[in-house]
C-alpha cells in the first residue's frame, strides 16, 4: 500500500483467500483492505495515538439517514455526553480531496451536527470547526486535543 502522509503506525494484517485484511481496532476484526481502508485505519491511528482520543468514543462505518437517503459515515468521535465532537470523511490517496467531499460532509454534519470535520485522502488533510450560526466551517491548522 501507499506511504501516506502519516507518522508510522502498527497494523495486523491477513491473508485469506489471495486478499490482504487489517485489522480494525474499532470494530475488532479484520478488514478488507482497500486504499479507502488504508486511510481511515492511519486515521483511526492517529486519532488514537496522536491525539489521544478515547478508544471508546470513537465509530466507524455507522450508517445514518440523510433527506431520506441510507449513507455510512467512516469516523465519527463522540463527546461523553453522546454529542458529536468529530466527524471524519476519508477518500483513497488517488481521489482528489474537491468541493464534492466537502459538500458530502457538509450534508451528512446536516444530520450529526459535528463540532469539527476532518477531510483527507491519506495525503492531504483537511480540518475544519463548524460555524453553526454563520452556516460555515472554519479551516484550521489541526484539530483540537479532545475536551
Not at 11 to 40: G, H
Not at 72 to 79: A, E, K, M, S, T
Amino acid at each position: 500500500m501507499q506511504k501516506l502522509n502519516f507518522s508510522p503506525y502498527l497494523f495486523r494484517f491477513k491473508n485469506s483467500e489471495n486478499k490482504v485484511a487489517i485489522f480494525d481496532e474499532i470494530r475488532k476484526k479484520f478488514i478488507l483492505l482497500t486504499p479507502e481502508e488504508w486511510v481511515r485505519q492511519h486515521v483511526v491511528r492517529f486519532l488514537l495515538e496522536e491525539k489521544k482520543y478515547p478508544k471508546s468514543l470513537i465509530n466507524v462505518e455507522k450508517v445514518l439517514h440523510v433527506n431520506d437517503l441510507r449513507k455510512r459515515y467512516d469516523i465519527v468521535v463522540y463527546h461523553c455526553d453522546g454529542s458529536i465532537f468529530l466527524l471524519v470523511e476519508c477518500k483513497a490517496p488517488q481521489i482528489k480531496i474537491a468541493q464534492a467531499t466537502f459538500d458530502q460532509i457538509a450534508r451528512y454534519n446536516t444530520t450529526l451536527k459535528a463540532t469539527y470535520l476532518m477531510v483527507t485522502n491519506g495525503l492531504n488533510h483537511y480540518f475544519c470547526q463548524m460555524d453553526f450560526e454563520n452556516e460555515k466551517y472554519v479551516f484550521l491548522k489541526e484539530l483540537p486535543d479532545f475536551k
